[in-house]
């Protein structure tokens, strides 16, 4: 396992190092991510859990194993390539260290929740409070010394790009499995959603006080139609999803907007940008075609009904035609979905981005 992990941080150390473009300026100084595994970028690799994809056919449209839960890129590699940005590498890597920090870090935590407990059930995650408390050490001990006043360094965070995508993890690895957790016994839907958001305000505010100031706040997708929760379930669905699981999600998204217009009024010299990944999400599953998109409720890589009862086994051999697909194992979307998603709210033109586009946030 070592020897793999080395591997794995040379093979980076060669991809990070001849994939930086140094022929433009950025539109942020900066990219810093927060999150679970759908934006995890390999930093589950370092710690003892369960939550991996540290092997293959992980990665195999990447060029190797990276860590992420995907065939190749994730929406925020794609999103930082629209900010002019090379990939911003993961927290517990040695590639975070020195100058690459410079350009931004991911903290991201495959099984990571907005509670702390979520997710325990699969060892060790850095929860998004280890994550706030990671940014913390990254200012002071990494990027810092680059500055020569806290001027400097305060206009940096300022002008950089928080992205913060958890939450997911809190319904499919909390909230509906009961046999592991007692939320779903002491809160209804409306109360957890209530939880979940004020939790979520004050590690927002911890951000804030660090001086985080332009941040992207995405809405969970549409949990009800991965192919893990359509295994659960009986009956057919091949055109449809789970809908009282979506409906729970709704209840946490509509109230993840409207925090995000009470904070672009409330924390001064911030902006705030929800992006609406659900309703995209949900109509690449309804209406694949009108994304170039063929398979919508099966998983590439998995197995069992859907492809969700057991998530990608390693060298298990994925679907040939991965780019026709939206899920590519039992809960995460394949790379192809990954760049749809991206551009509808990264880019200049994106459609799912509230009140502006991360392009517009970037540039003021």
């Known amino acids: 396992m070592k020897s793999l992990l080395i591997c794995v941080v040379l093979l980076e150390l060669v991809w990070f190092g001849n994939g930086q473009s140094r022929d433009h300026q950025p539109l942020a100084p900066a990219f810093f991510v927060f999150g679970d595994s759908l934006v995890d970028s390999g930093n589950n690799n370092y710690i003892p859990t369960l939550a991996r994809a540290n092997y293959f056919p992980y990665g195999i449209d990447f060029g190797f194993p990276t860590g992420r839960f995907c065939n190749g890129r994730t929406v925020v590699d794609y999103g930082a390539t629209y900010l002019g940005l090379p990939l911003v590498p993961p927290y517990l890597s040695p590639l975070s260290i020195g100058q690459n920090a410079f350009r931004g870090v991911n903290y991201a935590s495959a099984a990571a929740g907005i509670l702390d407990e979520t997710g325990r059930h699969y060892g060790a995650r850095t929860t998004f409070n280890g994550q706030i408390s990671q940014f913390e050490i990254t200012i002071e001990l990494r990027l810092r010394r680059f500055f020569q006043n806290p001027a400097d360094l305060s206009k940096y965070l300022a002008k950089s790009i928080i992205g913060i995508n958890i939450g997911s993890n809190d319904y499919i690895n909390n909230y509906l499995m009961p046999e592991r957790y007692s939320t779903s016994q002491i809160y209804s839907g409306e109360d957890y959603a209530d939880l979940l958001i004020k939790t979520l305000s004050a590690q927002i505010s911890r951000l804030y006080n660090l001086g985080a100031r332009k941040m992207v706040l995405a809405g969970s997708g549409p949990l009800g139609c991965i192919p893990s929760q359509l295994s659960m379930v009986s009956g057919n669905n091949n055109s449809g999803c789970v ?25 001064p010299g911030s902006f705030f940008v929800y992006q609406n990944v659900f309703d995209l999400f949900h109509d690449m599953v309804v209406n694949p075609s009108r994304y170039g998109l063929v398979v919508s409720n099966e998983a590439c890589c998995g197995n069992g009904r859907y492809g969700g009862a057991l998530t990608c086994l390693p060298l298990q051999q994925p679907c040939l035609d991965r780019n026709q697909y939206v899920f590519w194992d039992a809960f995460h979307p394949t790379e192809t979905a ?27």
């Open 243 to 267: 809908t009282k699981i979506n409906n729970m999600v709704s209840m946490f998204n509509s109230r993840l907007k409207d925090l995000a217009n009470t904070l672009n009024t409330t924390l």
């Open 338 to 364: 990954n760049k749809i998603i991206a551009h509808n709210t990264f880019s200049k033109s994106a459609n799912y981005s509230y009140p502006i586009s991360v392009y517009e946030l970037a540039k003021l």
